[in-house]
């Protein structure tokens, strides 16, 4: 791994780690560039792996499975919390390699990392709890005991947009359940996963209990693996499109597959909503990570009697943020992933744009240097736009207005995602009644952030399959054993 001037004026050169990381050693090598994405600039350079890493990979989390499935659980507990103190005592590193790789703002990336970390404080616990069940038959034949055992050799697969949180949000339960992982972080942003990797080293996980490996070639390294018998799990976090072929995939070896996919949440506000409030919930829904968040609030349906006043507000509010690079610690909005990422934002726009809509702020990229997009706010969408079937992923806040419950609650569902929804009013039952109403895993009523270590997080429909965190989180890597006992 090679670094660029730019960078090490700003993160800890001892976080730095030396490439893929594979049975407990460091692999330097070249290949993946990492850019600023606030100005393209080459931040460094990270190893890329081969199919022969790949199988080397999974060769060490063989090795070190039986072992790992045998540390006693408090001792497991152990090391998933001295891994969280050393998140939290190298935090302010790490969140300034979040912003310099991924490009979110300072404040946003602080709270990624505490975030993160508390996924490792929140498994440490975990891994003391393991449940398991005593039961009597109805027919009184025999006696009922499950076990819960590790599902075995896990890889991990994790997008950019947060690339602490994503890792430790399935590195966390892994380990706790006793199973060994190989993680494939997203190319754009791999830096902060071999820095974590570092401190799980310092932390004392095992060599081969965590291997991370960096490639250009994410299909054919992970079909690779998941081809490999002894790789019993598949957790995996990005897009739903990729998530399909993951799963046609795994399926050849009938690999255990948990899916966190895209989101298309829709934030209604109701006439009957403390307006300060909804404005607030909807600049958290909307703009934590500039909009590239699967959570993110991408289609705000507001009550025609609150409509206006709405827009005026949130309008005021995205036109004061200030945008600039993430490390700046005056930012607000950084700089999107990818040019990429800028086109389809500005694709969306200009369909809405040219089907009616209005912008009363923003409405087009902006020309400097690197990869911005300014905030917007979008109204008089027609409710058929691309952009309110797609995830927008920046930061645009398209603005639908409706009449009554049964409306906002047609068009929230009228997506073939389910993973976030929000609802702002102060009528407590209503929005119960209605939240019943909405095909969604998650719901924030009078909240714009839901995400928390101890909560389930997942969708139904196309926004994936299974659960991270909360209490169930750790069976995603565990599979129930059923002993018939007669005594
Ligand atoms: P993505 O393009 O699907 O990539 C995600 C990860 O998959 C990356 O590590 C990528 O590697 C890898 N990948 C791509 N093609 C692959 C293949 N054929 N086989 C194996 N791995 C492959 O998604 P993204 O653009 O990074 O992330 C944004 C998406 O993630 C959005 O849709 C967002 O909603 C979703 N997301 C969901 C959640 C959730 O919890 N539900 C959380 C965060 C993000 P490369 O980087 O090398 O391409």
New binding site residues.
Partial sequence: MTFHAKFSGYADPTLHAAGLYIGGKWQSGSG?TVLDPSTGNLLAEVSDASIEDAQRAVDAADAAAAGWRATPARQRSEILRRWYQLMTQHAEELATLIALENGKALADARGEVAYAAEFFRWYAEEATRIPGEFRHTPSGSHNILVDHEPTGIAVL??????PAA?AT?KIGPALAAGCTVIL??????PLTAYAMARLGEEAGVPPGVVNVL??????????AMLADPRVRKLS????????R??LA?AAKSVVSCS?????NAPFIVFDDADLEAALDGAMIAKMRNAG?????ANRFYVQAGIHDAFVAGLTARMKSLKIGPGYDPETQCGPM?TQN?VRKIDRLVSEALAAGARATTGGKPLTENGYFYPPTVLENVPVNASIARE?I?GPVAPVYKFESDDEAIRLANNTEYG?AAYIYSRDLKRAMKVGKRIETGMLGINRGLMSDPAAP???VKQ??IGR?GGVTGILEFMEPKYYAVDY
């Fill in positions: 993946i697969i994790t997008p950019w947009n947060f994503m949000r494939k972080p997203a190319s754009e942003t960096t490639t250009s070639n994410p299909g054919v390294i992970t079909n995996f976090t990005g897009s739903t499109g990729v998530g072929v993951l995939e899916m966190e996919l895209g989101g590239e968040a699967c959570t993110a992933i990422a995830e992923f993973l997080f997942g969708g926004s994936g991270e």
